[in-house]
Antibody, heavy 119, light 110 residues
Framework: QLQLQESGPGLVKPSETLSLTCTVS??????????WGWIRQPPGKGLEWIGS???????NYKPSLKSRVSIFVDTSKNQFSLKLSSVNAADTAMYYC????????????WGQGTLVTVS | QSALTQPPSASGSPGQSVSISCTGT?????????VSWYQQHPGKAPKLMIF???KRPSGVPDRFSGSKSGNTASLTVSGLQAEDEADYYC??????????FGGGTRLTVL
């Protein structure tokens, strides 16, 4: 059974860079034709897709976040990571990583999420 | 891209059926048979309930079903149970591998 686990600092200062890593177990990050994505959810609000990365390094980002987001993959560690620069209070959210089935854009496996507070 | 439109709330009594709508455009919901639905209980990660409009992943009860007509997709929960009380989000393929979610619907079991 595929499992995903987010890790990283829970507190980031305004204007700094948020960095999170997702570790994939139970399967190889490079053995599928799928993407690996990041999704966030501000407290009490809905889901927002941030972006996704293919094991080759190819990426897709939400247009409104594109200037601040970088997602990259480390196949040797079976991990992929998110960097979001110049954060502010509006970036406070639960951050989830997930497997992104590209041909139909659905997300069958999710991590448990990690709360990041910008303060 | 614009978010998909869902009603903020829905409700039903145990045993009843309830449907939640998800309205998009011909560029997303209406253009492809790739609508998915997620269930999220408080404090938990979202769980995939329906993909490709009407397919259920292994382990999802057949009380959950999906359909689509034009630019509107629907999730129907039949034989409502207390454990179905949760937030539900729809999502649709839009042709560019950019995932778009609906605003979410809180389902209350009365």
């Amino acid at each position: 059974q595929l499992q995903l686990q987010e890790s990283g600092p829970g507190l980031v200062k305004p204007s700094e860079t948020l960095s999170l890593t997702c570790t994939v177990s139970g399967g190889s990050i490079s053995s599928t034709n799928d993407y690996w994505g990041w999704i966030r959810q501000p407290p009490g609000k809905g889901l927002e897709w941030i972006g996704s990365v293919f094991y080759s390094g190819s990426t897709n980002y939400k247009p409104s976040l594109k200037s601040r987001v970088s997602i990259f993959v480390d196949t040797s560690k079976n991990q992929f990571s998110l960097k979001l620069s110049s954060v502010n209070a509006a970036d406070t959210a639960m951050y989830y990583c997930a497997r992104h089935v590209a041909y139909a854009d659905y997300l069958p496996y999710w991590g448990q999420g990690t709360l990041v507070t910008v303060s | 891209q614009s978010a998909l439109t869902q009603p903020p709330s829905a409700s039903g009594s145990p045993g009843q059926s309830v449907s939640i709508s998800c309205t998009g455009t011909s560029s997303d919901v209406g253009g492809y048979n790739y609508v998915s639905w997620y269930q999220q209980h408080p404090g938990k990660a979202p769980k995939l309930m329906i993909f490709e409009v009407s397919k259920r992943p292994s382990g999802v009860p057949d009380r959950f079903s999906g359909s689509k007509s034009g630019n509107t997709a629907s999730l129907t929960v039949s034989g409502l149970q207390a454990e179905d009380e949760a937030d539900y989000y729809c999502s649709s393929y839009a042709g560019n591998n950019n995932v778009v979610f609906g605003g979410g619907t809180r389902l209350t079991v009365l």
